[in-house]
Structures are given as C-alpha cells and as structure tokens.
Nanobody
Framework: QVQLVESGGGLVQTGGSLRLSCAAS????????MGWYRQGPGIQRKLVAT???????NYAHSVKGRFVISRDSGKNTVYLQMNNLKPEDAAVYYC??????????????WGQGTHVTVSS
C-alpha cells in the first residue's frame, strides 16, 4: 500500500499564495505521474495539474500562468505553488499518484485532501 500525505492548505486572501506538498510512502517500486485535483462544494473533482517522471506538465486552463507543479522524484514528493489566488480557487485539493507496487502492479492512489480557502 501507499500513503499520500498532503500539507500546505489554509486560508489566504485574494491575490495571495500557498504551496501544497504531497509525499508518497509505502511499498513503492516506482511512482509515475503525480498530480493535483480539486473539488469545490457540489462540484465534481477536476484536474488542476499533473507532472510526469520526465517533468512534462499539464495544467487546467483556469490555473495556467498562476500555478506551478513540480516534483522531487527522489523523495516521491509533488508540490503545487499557487500564486495570485482567486476566490474560485477555493476547494479541497487532492494529491494523486500513478504508482507501481513491489509486485510490479500499476495502481492509483489519492491523498486525504487539504482545504484551501480564499477570502475576497
């Protein structure tokens, strides 16, 4: 099994910044793509950003130019730097990992979620 432990959420004013972190640990052979998703009240969970092992990134249109995803593959950790936050960015942010266990089985894992609140 794998655990994804998220941190860095909180309350910030409009225009402010937050940095989310997510560390994967457990019986991991390899972690492939990692990413962040978010879910607001009454809204389906949506992709925010993803990053591959090669560092290729993909962003939701709404966060391009404001958010930056990065990773430390040696630590199986992914980060999300969120700048110029807007009230519509408020949500529960979930870390996601596509990983391979020690039995070489591909798996998907989700973190427990971290709350981001943006005051106007």
């Amino acid at each position: 099994q794998v655990q994804l432990v998220e941190s860095g959420g909180g309350l910030v004013q409009t225009g402010g910044s937050l940095r989310l972190s997510c560390a994967a640990s457990g019986s991991i052979f390899r972690v492939n793509a990692m990413g962040w998703y978010r879910q607001g009240p009454g809204i389906q969970r949506k992709l925010v950003a993803t990053i591959t092992t090669d560092g290729d990134t993909n962003y939701a249109h709404s966060v391009k130019g404001r958010f930056v995803i990065s990773r430390d593959s040696g630590k199986n950790t992914v980060y999300l730097q969120m700048n110029n936050l807007k009230p519509e960015d408020a949500a529960v942010y979930y870390c996601n990992a596509l990983w391979v266990d020690v039995g070489r089985n591909p798996r998907v894992a989700w973190g427990q979620g971290t709350h981001v609140t943006v005051s106007s």
